[in-house]
């Protein structure tokens, strides 16, 4: 198979994604006739808003009123009012976060990328070997994009600082996952894409990854701590949003410990006591 073949592979995948999203959900009049950039924008964009709502509502229901006082004391509830402003912030981002994966699948599908279609291309061992790489250099570039949006003052000031005002338990919900300036949340999630120009990965783990993030970052602003090790649970990204100098890392903490910004909320329990 020639590369302009082994090219169509992506432009096909991408338009199946399109007609599953699209074709399900608008008629066809609507989302038909624009070029392939945009109805891949539109399929991304509708599939973010709703994973966004679907995982926010579900995780705050089962934890804010199903499991009411059994994860969280009463007063470390966020108000409806605070989850509002969080879902209102999100929502005038969600077009621009959207973007990027549209982006990066365009970048692909014109073979700029390390991308591959298919595992049996590489092999499962290939495929799983790349994965590991990719993922370190994802929580690499996470971590430092995410520090130095803290450590240089006019990136945190007009950037970082919107998503800063929750430094609460009782103002940090799921909903404030994606609550950032926009191009605070494209850059924190451009790791991703440079990656590509690094380490082949699949074209659709590529995509899961992504959406994964806004299952992720609900789950890491729900203020519960899960003790797993090593992974960067809730725990760990309160404190981050209680002393701003700490736990950057994305899903494990092993970056901010070589790094020297680890806080261990056991450890912080501790000290309480």
Request: net charge neutral; glycine share 6%.
């Amino acid at each position: 198979m020639d590369s302009e073949q082994y090219l169509k592979l992506f432009v096909e995948e991408s338009s199946f994604y399109n007609h599953i999203v699209l074709g399900t959900l608008l008629p066809g009049r609507v989302w038909e006739p624009l070029p392939h950039f945009f109805q891949t924008w539109l399929r991304n964009y509708i599939g973010g808003v709703l994973l966004y709502f679907l995982s926010g509502f579900l995780w705050c229901f089962y934890i804010y009123y199903y499991k009411r006082n059994v994860y969280l004391p009463k007063d470390a509830i966020p108000s409806n009012k605070a989850m509002l402003l969080q879902i209102y912030v999100a929502m005038k981002a969600m077009p621009w976060y959207t973007a990027l994966p549209s982006i990066s699948e365009h970048m692909i599908e014109n073979g700029w990328t390390k991308c591959f279609s298919r595992i049996s291309d590489v092999g499962w061992f290939g495929y799983l070997t790349y994965l590991v790489i990719y993922l370190v250099l994802v929580e690499f570039g996470i971590y430092w994009m995410h520090r130095e949006l803290h450590d240089i003052k006019p990136l945190y000031k007009y950037l970082h600082a919107t998503h800063h005002i929750y430094n609460k338990q009782n103002t940090l919900s799921p909903f404030a996952g994606l609550a950032f300036h926009p191009l605070d949340g494209i850059l924190q999630a451009v790791p991703h894409v440079i990656a590509l120009f690094l380490v082949p990965v699949q074209l659709t783990t590529h995509l899961a990854l992504l959406f994964i993030e806004a299952i992720w970052t609900a789950n890491i602003h729900d203020c519960i701590h899960g003790n797993l090790w090593p992974i960067m649970g809730a725990g760990f990204h309160t404190i981050h949003h209680t002393t701003y100098r700490h736990n950057y890392g994305h899903y494990t903490i092993w970056m901010d410990w070589m790094f020297g910004t680890l806080r261990d909320p056991i450890d912080d329990e501790s000290k309480k006591i």
